[in-house]
């Protein structure tokens, strides 16, 4: 089992709809949380940290993490063409953060 | 957020030169530093973890010999690819992991660097 799991996509959203982006994660021990953003041939770009459990909210991007069912998710409201990339999920655990592979997100305008 | 800049942003070298690569932190210091490596359309592979001041951690698979890596200073990490072949190009990035209170230390990753060995 991998350590931190996201299905590879791509997953397709209209524009101006809400992308869900979904992870989970095998470490009990973990305690934070990244989603990271990774455009095309860049490197990969912070969007959002999370420690608790429930929601976090900022701008358009809402984190929501759920230690018991060792779930994080990332919600995009209002999903714009620029939005579409690779999002990856990333967890703490003791020494390193691991990463999974990445959700490729893609907004049809 | 923190501020991670790598030197060169590309680099096309010939088979069997070496390679340096720069990572520096430029808004705080940084204990920790990562370096990832990224094949087209694949995820990020950590390498290695570079601890300031002391020998660099590697992740299983990689060859210390080949890919030296040193960290210096707080803010400097550099990695080195030795005798380049054309199966080391990719994309290099670096992280640097910005301090945090308890669990909440973050890290910020570098705009990378592509390798062609020709």
């Known amino acids: 089992q991998k350590e931190v799991e996201q299905n590879s996509g791509p997953l397709s959203v209209p524009e101006g709809a809400i992308a869900s982006l979904n992870c989970t994660y095998s470490?009990?021990?973990?305690?934070?949380f990244f989603w990271y953003r990774q455009y095309s041939g860049k490197s990969p770009e912070l969007i959002m940290s999370?420690?608790?459990?429930g929601d976090k909210e900022d701008g358009r991007f809402t984190a929501q993490l759920n230690k018991a069912s060792q779930y994080v998710s990332l919600l995009i409201r209002d999903s714009q063409p620029s939005d579409s990339a690779t999002y990856l999920c990333?967890?703490?655990?003791?020494?390193?953060?691991?990463f999974g592979t990445g959700t490729k997100l893609q907004v049809i305008p | 957020g923190a501020v991670v800049s790598q030197h060169p942003s590309w680099v096309i070298c010939k088979s069997g030169t070496s390679v340096k690569i720069e990572c520096r932190s430029l808004?705080?210091?940084?204990?920790?530093m990562f370096w990832y490596r990224q094949f087209p359309k694949q995820s990020l592979m950590l390498m290695a973890t570079s601890n300031e001041g002391s020998k660099a951690t590697y992740e299983q698979g990689v060859e210390k010999d080949k890919f030296l890596i040193n960290h210096a200073s707080l803010t400097l990490s550099t990695l080195t690819v030795t005798s380049a072949h054309p199966e080391d190009s990719s994309f290099y990035i670096c992280?640097?992991?910005?301090?945090?209170?308890?669990?909440?230390?973050?890290?910020?990753f570098g705009p990378g660097t592509r390798l062609t060995v020709l």
């Open positions: 999370i420690y608790s459990n």
């Open positions: 990333a967890s703490r655990g003791y020494q390193k953060v691991t």
């Open positions: 992280s640097a992991r910005a301090p945090g209170q308890g669990s909440t230390d973050t890290q910020y």
């Open positions: 808004d705080f210091q940084a204990t920790t």
């Open positions: 470490d009990r021990v973990s305690q934070s």
